[in-house]
């Protein structure tokens, strides 16, 4: 073997989880009946990002020494970030508004600087989580003019609490966090791969809210119809008509890692995993933590399975059962965590019911068993759920998944949809347009009790009523990073369409199963579509070979004619 190729070997080692690398020989591919060229979709939903958090910048980073470099490639389309709207949002932001000095503790400053948008720097990647749940988030929208985070949904401090941490931005331990951002230095991987394929800069959450309604958008586009709601109804709303919406966290009542204290419910009505098994389309939610059998090197196993992160000191769960929207629905529900019967039996009907642990993902997919429709959950410490989680442990997961996908005989055919469930609160300055009207006690939009205008907005049905508006659905909810990957996605392109989390399903329904909708009030009825950001004519060349350090979020390469599990750092 030469001296380049024993390089190539040493360092795939060091940029690689060697877990999630290829194994010999490559399986055959298989085939789907599709409207595109798509036959494998993968959806890694993460956790409580609000675009401007993520994407406010972009294309341009600091740079900053000590730092992963990232230099936008000539001619990038610019977004509709925090520099679109002119020097105004990052010095003279509307957060200035005086409400929220009483919030804004120890903000310094006239105007209270911790107001204005701040970078956060890889160094500042543990933070405390922000206030995200449905009417916090809706006063902080201020009636459009997105003016009052800092006073409803601003939290400072770090993960494991402390709100005196030293050496970081005055506005880190107030409040005033919520207006903090990163750049291309810290989420370099999500950066490069807005480069290098498609990105949207008009998605928002179906609606307002935390992880569970956002979940089960992305599964059903309705958060109408909770049943067997037991252990309290702080967490659902009525809907006006007899029923009840959710419009925060609470888990599924069967999951046997469930609370046994608190809120739990089910739901009723359909979601996609229904259609795709009329259908009979292979399909799964991989979530981590999910297999109850294994043991994690802390010796932590069952539902206590847990990891700490070493950026953010956290020790957490690795499932957490209100992120898995599958578990409130009968029909979808894997409660007491059965195992899969074999690999072959994983993304089909079985014991699991199309309910998996993260790890089988990889092991069908190395079997040849790639199931059609995949969503993918990290354990919670690599979802970017602040708090907890964070961009560097995330980046670490998303990298290492789709290093993996690359290297499959199905990338061909393959797209890869990175998205949010909530934005965690976290400060974004464009309001998405109110396309279903709410009036419930907990709706604070256009004012007191009221989202929209009666007569003037969309009224969707609910689950249970054909014509009859359910309440407590108020959207569209708060922007969100919307990204795909694909070798058929367009380069380096940045869409304006208008998105939200049920476009997701819109796009499955449309490729799989000839265009049928769920019904009962579902928001996929109205959700605009993602085949703009695909150009089904032609496939990009070089996209195919996009490989990212995990560690760094910098782009990797290969040698000519060597194969691409064994890449090396680009020098």
Same mark, same amino acid.
């Given at each position: 073997?030469?001296?380049?190729r024993?390089?190539?070997?040493l360092?795939a080692?060091?940029?690689?989880?060697?877990?999630?690398?290829?194994?010999?020989p490559?399986p055959?591919?298989?085939?789907?009946?599709t409207?595109?060229?798509i036959?494998h979709l993968?959806?890694?939903?993460?956790?409580?990002?609000?675009?401007?958090?993520?994407?406010?910048?972009?294309?341009?980073?600091?740079?900053l020494?000590g730092e992963?470099?990232?230099?936008?490639?000539?001619g990038?389309p610019?977004?509709?970030g925090?520099?679109?709207?002119?020097?105004?949002?990052?010095?003279?932001?509307?957060?200035?508004?005086?409400a929220?000095?009483g919030s804004?503790?120890n903000?310094?400053?006239?105007?209270?600087s911790?107001?204005?948008?701040?970078?956060?720097?890889?160094?500042?990647?543990?933070?405390?989580?922000q206030?995200?749940?449905?009417t916090?988030?809706?006063?902080?929208f201020?009636?459009?003019?997105?003016?009052?985070?800092?006073?409803?949904t601003?939290?400072?401090?770090n993960?494991?609490?402390s709100?005196?941490?030293?050496?970081?931005? $005055?506005?880190?331990?107030t409040?005033?966090?919520?207006?903090?951002y990163?750049?291309?230095?810290?989420?370099?991987?999500?950066?490069?791969?807005?480069?290098?394929?498609?990105i949207?800069?008009?998605?928002?959450g179906?609606?307002?809210?935390?992880?569970t309604?956002?979940? %089960?958008?992305?599964?059903?586009?309705?958060?109408?119809?909770?049943?067997?709601?037991?252990?309290?109804?702080?967490? /659902?709303i009525s809907?006006?008509?007899?029923?009840?919406?959710?419009?925060?966290?609470?888990? &599924?009542?069967?999951?046997v890692c469930?609370?046994?204290?608190?809120e739990?419910?089910?739901?009723?009505?359909k979601?996609?995993?229904?259609?795709?098994?009329?259908?009979?389309?292979s399909?799964?939610?991989f979530?981590?933590?999910?297999? %109850?059998s294994? /043991?994690?090197?802390?010796?932590?196993?069952?539902?206590s399975r847990s990891?700490?992160?070493s950026?953010?000191g956290?020790?957490?769960?690795?499932?957490v059962?209100?992120?898995?929207?599958?578990?409130?629905?009968?029909t $979808?529900?894997?409660?007491?965590?059965?195992?899969?019967?074999?690999?072959?039996e994983?993304?089909n009907?079985?014991?699991?019911?199309?309910?998996?642990?993260?790890?089988?993902?990889f092991?069908?997919?190395?079997?040849?068993?790639? &199931?059609?429709?995949?969503y %993918?959950?990290?354990?919670?410490?690599?979802?970017?759920?602040?708090?907890?989680?964070?961009? /560097?442990?995330?980046?670490?997961?998303?990298?290492?998944?789709?290093?993996f996908?690359?290297?499959?005989?199905e990338w061909?055919?393959?797209a890869?949809?990175?998205?949010?469930?909530?934005?965690?609160?976290?400060y974004?300055?464009q309001?998405g347009?109110?396309?279903?009207?709410?009036?419930?006690a907990?709706?604070e939009v256009s004012?007191?009790?009221?989202?929209?205008?009666?007569?003037?907005?969309?009224?969707?049905?609910?689950?249970n009523t054909s014509? $009859?508006?359910a309440?407590?659905?108020?959207?569209?909810?708060?922007?969100?990073?919307f /990204?795909?990957?694909s070798?058929?996605?367009?380069?380096?392109?940045?869409?304006?369409?208008l %998105?939200?989390?049920?476009?997701v399903?819109?796009?499955?329904e449309?490729?799989?199963?000839?265009?049928?909708?769920l019904?009962?009030?579902?928001f996929?009825?109205?959700?605009?579509?993602i085949?703009?950001m695909?150009?089904?004519t032609?496939?990009?060349?070089?996209?195919d070979?996009?490989?990212?350090?995990?560690?760094t979020?910098?782009?990797?390469?290969v040698?000519?004619?060597?194969?691409s599990?064994?890449?090396?750092?680009a020098?």
């Open positions: 073997m030469d001296f380049r024993m390089i190539a070997i360092l080692g060091m940029l690689f989880n060697p877990a999630m690398i290829a194994a010999a490559q055959q591919p298989q085939h789907f009946d409207a595109t060229p036959k993968v959806v890694i939903f993460g956790e409580n990002i609000s675009f401007d958090h993520y994407f406010g910048t972009y294309p341009n980073a600091l740079n020494q992963n470099p990232f230099f936008a490639q000539p990038t610019s977004v509709n925090l520099g679109s709207a002119g020097a105004a949002l990052m010095t003279h932001n509307p957060n200035l508004n005086p929220n000095n804004c503790v903000c310094g400053g006239t105007p209270p911790a107001s204005n948008p701040f970078r956060l720097t890889p160094s500042e990647a543990s933070t405390a989580d206030d995200h749940n449905y916090p988030e809706q006063q902080a201020d009636a459009g003019l997105m003016d009052l985070f800092p006073e409803y601003g939290t400072g401090g993960a494991l609490g709100t005196t941490v030293p050496n970081v931005p $005055t506005a880190y331990n409040s005033g966090l919520v207006m903090g990163y750049d291309g230095n810290t989420v370099t991987a999500l950066w490069n791969y807005a480069q290098h394929f498609a949207d800069d008009d998605m928002f179906s609606t307002f809210g935390p992880s309604p956002g979940a %089960l958008e992305v599964i059903s586009g309705q958060i109408n119809g909770v049943i067997n709601n037991a252990g309290g109804t702080g967490n /659902v809907d006006g008509n007899g029923g009840l919406t959710d419009i925060d966290d609470a888990d &599924p009542a069967g999951d469930s609370t046994t204290t608190k739990r419910f089910d739901m009723s009505g979601n996609i995993g229904d259609l795709l098994t009329a259908g009979g389309v399909w799964g939610w979530n981590g933590g999910f297999n %109850l294994v /043991v994690n090197p802390n010796s932590t196993t069952g539902c990891t700490t992160s950026i953010t956290v020790n957490h769960a690795d499932y059962p209100h992120h898995e929207p599958f578990q409130y629905y009968e $979808t529900a894997n409660w007491a965590h059965t195992r899969p019967a074999s690999t072959s994983i993304g009907a079985g014991p699991a019911n199309h309910q998996y642990d993260i790890n089988d993902f092991s069908a997919v190395k079997a040849g068993n790639f &199931p059609a429709v995949s %993918l959950k990290a354990p919670a410490y690599q979802d970017a759920h602040a708090g907890y989680s964070d961009p /560097v442990d995330e980046q670490n997961f998303i990298v290492n998944t789709i290093n996908l690359e290297q499959q005989p061909s055919s393959t890869v949809i990175l998205t949010y469930d909530d934005s965690d609160g976290w974004d300055h309001a347009p109110i396309v279903n009207q709410s009036e419930t907990a709706d004012g007191s009790g009221m989202c929209g205008t009666s007569g003037t907005t969309t009224a969707l049905p609910g689950v014509t $009859t508006h309440q407590g659905r108020c959207g569209y909810g708060p922007r969100l990073p /990204v795909v990957i070798p058929w996605a367009k380069a380096n392109f940045v869409d304006h369409t %998105l939200d989390q049920s476009s399903i819109h796009f499955i449309d490729n799989w199963l000839g265009g049928e909708r019904g009962g009030g579902s996929d009825s109205i959700a605009g579509s085949e703009d695909f150009d089904f032609q496939r990009f060349p070089g996209q070979a996009l490989f990212l350090s995990y560690s979020g910098e782009p990797v390469r040698f000519p004619g060597w194969p599990r064994f890449p090396f750092w020098w």
